[in-house]
């Protein structure tokens, strides 16, 4: 009987048993709080966590919540004894929508020192969300192109420049139009060189646009181009559109 009282006893005495925590505590993206990037950019994250009872964490995956990337997983090193650890890994903006976005943060583990283990689900561990921490801008890559008069398609600053640029010509044509209707007489001495002009090629059409006194050199000099560039682009079309018009050139 006092054996079985001892056992009792000493099995009452000992101590409870621990559980097993991993506790994700901290975030830096690109060494600050937060991170403004633009679209199709990597972020450096570093995540901090706490370790008791000898949990092991050999992976975690990111997620930037709303933004329509999905979950991605991270092979980090192999953490299993007690304390505090940082991990370190890029994260991936390509394809993300713009926006201000959270980042979800897993950690994965299976108590168990260098056994292969890429986030499994059953074998999460702990998971925090870190508010507001990246920002994606630009992400149709807008503004990418080199624009200009030497660029296949324009930006949207200088689509919005030609339509200005248009819409005071038509108003500057309006207003010299005789009182009675009608449009500017024609002068065929400049239509003549202009269409001359246009016969020589895009140099040579650029040149007499150019000439201030055809009327068209300031939609040049709005983008910074004085002289002939000999490529045919959207400025070019909007001037001989203009000078067109303006002398009844057709």
């Given at each position: 009987m006092k054996k079985i009282l001892i056992s009792s006893l000493v099995v009452a005495l000992a101590p409870l048993a621990t559980f097993a925590s991993v506790n994700l505590t901290?975030?830096?993206?690109?060494n600050a709080t937060n991170a403004t990037v633009s679209e199709g950019s990597t972020v450096a994250a570093k995540v901090t966590y706490n370790i008791t009872s000898s949990t092991d964490v050999e992976s975690m995956s990111w997620e930037l919540v709303g933004s329509g990337l999905p979950q991605t997983c991270e092979n980090v090193t192999d953490r299993i004894a007690n304390g505090t650890?940082?991990?370190?890994?890029?994260?991936?903006?390509?394809?993300?929508?713009?926006?201000t976005w959270d980042v979800l943060i897993r950690s994965y583990g299976d108590d168990d020192a260098d056994v292969s283990n890429l986030c499994e689900s059953t074998d999460q561990n702990d998971s925090q969300s870190f508010t507001d921490r990246i920002t994606v801008t630009d992400s149709n890559n807008d503004n990418q192109g080199t624009g200009g008069n030497n660029s296949n398609s324009a930006p949207s600053w200088l689509s919005a420049l030609l339509a200005q640029i248009q819409a005071n010509m038509a108003a500057l044509i309006a207003a010299l139009k005789p009182a009675t209707g009608g449009g500017v007489p024609t002068t065929p001495s400049l239509c003549s060189q202009f269409m001359s002009a246009q016969a020589g090629g895009t140099v040579s059409l650029q040149s007499f646009l150019l000439n201030p006194a055809n009327g068209q050199s300031a939609q040049f000099h709005a983008i910074g181009v004085y002289a002939p560039t000999g490529f045919f682009g959207p400025v070019t079309q909007a001037a001989l559109n203009a000078f067109k018009a303006q002398n009844s050139c057709y």
């Amino acid at each position: 009987m006092k054996k079985i009282l001892i056992s009792s006893l000493v099995v009452a005495l000992a101590p409870l048993a621990t559980f097993a925590s991993v506790n994700l505590t901290h975030l830096t993206v690109d060494n600050a709080t937060n991170a403004t990037v633009s679209e199709g950019s990597t972020v450096a994250a570093k995540v901090t966590y706490n370790i008791t009872s000898s949990t092991d964490v050999e992976s975690m995956s990111w997620e930037l919540v709303g933004s329509g990337l999905p979950q991605t997983c991270e092979n980090v090193t192999d953490r299993i004894a007690n304390g505090t650890f940082t991990s370190i890994f890029d994260i991936d903006t390509t394809g993300a929508s713009e926006g201000t976005w959270d980042v979800l943060i897993r950690s994965y583990g299976d108590d168990d020192a260098d056994v292969s283990n890429l986030c499994e689900s059953t074998d999460q561990n702990d998971s925090q969300s870190f508010t507001d921490r990246i920002t994606v801008t630009d992400s149709n890559n807008d503004n990418q192109g080199t624009g200009g008069n030497n660029s296949n398609s324009a930006p949207s600053w200088l689509s919005a420049l030609l339509a200005q640029i248009q819409a005071n010509m038509a108003a500057l044509i309006a207003a010299l139009k005789p009182a009675t209707g009608g449009g500017v007489p024609t002068t065929p001495s400049l239509c003549s060189q202009f269409m001359s002009a246009q016969a020589g090629g895009t140099v040579s059409l650029q040149s007499f646009l150019l000439n201030p006194a055809n009327g068209q050199s300031a939609q040049f000099h709005a983008i910074g181009v004085y002289a002939p560039t000999g490529f045919f682009g959207p400025v070019t079309q909007a001037a001989l559109n203009a000078f067109k018009a303006q002398n009844s050139c057709y």
